[in-house]
């Protein structure tokens, strides 16, 4: 497995039978490929761990996802959205923490029109001129995503979910289509957005020939941040009864993504740390660069329950900020105070 991990860092990819190989191999080389994976991602960004502020604005969704717990047909939710008072309050908060990376994120909520989003966008662009403003609203159309762009935000978080046109169907209604998804992302990129995409590891369904293609996926984009982690089952959603995600391979994962793109913006996910009460600190250690720590108002957390048992929906965004300060120094990492851009990554400069 050595020669195939060497090859991987020498080459950026991998011939997809290798690659199924370094995915479906026993934990022995784990170690090594860790190590790799972390020597990169030392190259481009030392050890320093960038903060995302999340603010969760909605967990409205026209949606019906068969995997999230805030799917429209979920009526045991109780729902609620953010004002732009509120969460222009959240920055606040957030800027005093450290952050200079807002993440708006929620369900596709239909109330918040281009203009109102436009108004929002661009209120705390002006008020906070050094920091990165990062939406995560889901399927838009070209032009509302220009309009946001215009207004002042710089990156786009759209997870792909699987490149597997046939496994997209089997996560999604018919009303959604990995076609229309993929199209989304590509509108992201040529619009001048800093664009995210990943997936969920260990979704119904998945099998190592998806990872392949999801990874292949990844390649043709190359996206600046790739968010994966672990399918959580919801108990009040179609996929209740499948089995969890794997913590392992969502780290091997995270690694094999260092080594493919190296200056990509990793984050270790929450979902990630719900698994596995060290599952953030080992997400670093596997070559992960980012924690998306939450700024919403704790009196809405428990209400923005994608999946059973997350993490952190009790604590206040002061408690979650400096409980990560003191896990990530205790892996000999460090917390900075920056916007977090990806750093450039040229072929052939290695
Ligand atoms: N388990 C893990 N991740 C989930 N997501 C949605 N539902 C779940 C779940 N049950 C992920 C999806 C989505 C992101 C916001 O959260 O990949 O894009
Ligand atoms: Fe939220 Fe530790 S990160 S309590």
């Known amino acids: 497995m050595k020669e195939i991990i060497n090859s991987l860092v020498v080459n950026r990819n991998l011939p997809e039978k290798d690659m199924k190989m370094l995915l479906t191999c026993d934990s022995s080389a784990d ?41 429209a047909g979920n009526q045991e939710v109780s729902r609620y959205r953010l004002s732009a008072e509120e969460i222009l309050s959240c920055c606040g908060q957030g800027y005093q923490l450290g952050f200079r990376t807002f993440v708006l994120q ?48 710089d990156r786009y978080l759209l997870r792909h ?25 590509y509108d992201l990129k040529r619009i001048g957005y800093q664009v995210g995409t990943g997936f969920m590891v260990g979704s119904p369904y998945q099998t190592p020939e998806h990872l392949v293609k999801d990874l292949n ?3 043709r984009l190359q996206p600046q941040m790739v968010g994966i982690g672990p399918f959580i089952p919801h108990h009040q959603t179609p996929f209740a009864d499948f089995p969890q995600g794997s913590v392992a391979l969502t780290l091997r994962l995270i690694a094999i993504l260092r080594l493919m793109l190296p200056a990509v913006l990793l984050p270790a996910t929450t979902a990630l740390g719900t698994l596995d009460p060290q599952g953030r600190e080992k997400g670093i250690l596997a070559g992960a660069n980012v924690i998306m720590p939450n700024l919403s108002p704790v009196s809405v957390r ?34 900075v105070v920056d916007r977090g851009d990806a750093k450039q990554y040229t072929k052939n400069q290695m």
């Open 217 to 219: 996926f990844i390649a």
């Open 302 to 335: 428990k209400k923005y329950q994608i999946y059973d048992h997350k993490i952190c929906t009790g604590e206040e965004a002061a408690e979650c900020r400096f409980c990560l300060q003191k896990r990530i120094e205790s892996i000999g990492y460090q917390i």
């Open 31 to 71: 170690a090594y490929l860790y190590e790799q994976a972390q020597k990169v991602r030392q190259q481009y960004y030392g050890n320093d761990i960038y903060i995302r502020g999340l603010i969760e604005m909605s967990n409205y969704c026209k949606n019906n996802c068969y995997y999230c717990g805030i799917r």
């Open 161 to 185: 979910e699987t490149a597997d046109f046939y496994h997209y169907s089997q996560l999604h209604p018919d009303t959604l289509s990995a076609e229309n998804r993929q199209r989304c992302l």
């Open 106 to 153: 929620g369900g596709e909520d239909m109330y918040y029109t281009d203009a109102i989003m436009v108004d929002i966008i661009s209120a705390i662009r002006s008020k906070y001129p050094d920091c990165a403003i990062t939406l995560s609203l889901g399927e838009r159309s070209y032009e509302t995503y220009k309009a946001y762009f215009d207004a002042g935000a």
